[in-house]
């Protein structure tokens, strides 16, 4: 039974920095590719950040150097850094994993294979 599990969500002031996770089982962690999307009330899910099985990362132009997407591999766990946050990185943000197309992964904004549940971070 696999199961994404995000925590490390907050309230931050901007300019402020927040470290996600995303805790992964009950699959092979090195056959999936893995990312990070977030999500406005109201507004379409968005893709922030990917790693593939090979290590490439992909990341949305509005999060381009201020977040990255380090692994845990020993402890199955993606990671996104946020720094200097911006009131606009205000949302849902939510992991997922899948197996196929990583490039494409971030685009799949609903066809990901395998969800989290979600961690709110909240900027002012």
């Known amino acids: 039974h696999v199961q994404l599990v995000e925590s490390g969500g907050g309230s931050v002031q901007a300019g402020g920095s927040l470290n996600l996770s995303c805790t992964t089982s009950?699959?092979?962690?090195?056959?999936?590719?893995l990312g990070w999307f977030r999500q406005v009330p109201g507004k379409e899910r968005e893709g922030v950040a990917s790693l593939d099985i090979d290590g490439r990362t992909q990341y949305a132009d509005s999060v381009k150097g201020r977040f990255t997407i380090p692994r845990d591999n020993a402890n199955n766990t993606l990671y996104l850094q946020m720094d200097n946050l911006k009131p606009e990185d205000t949302a849902m943000y939510t992991c997922?994993?899948?197996?196929?197309?990583?490039?494409?992964?971030?685009?799949?904004?609903?066809?990901?294979?395998?969800w989290g549940q979600g961690t709110q971070v909240t900027v002012s």
């Open positions: 009950g699959y092979t962690w090195s056959a999936y590719c």
């Open positions: 997922a994993a899948d197996t196929y197309d990583c490039h494409l992964l971030l685009l799949r904004l609903y066809e990901n294979k395998y």
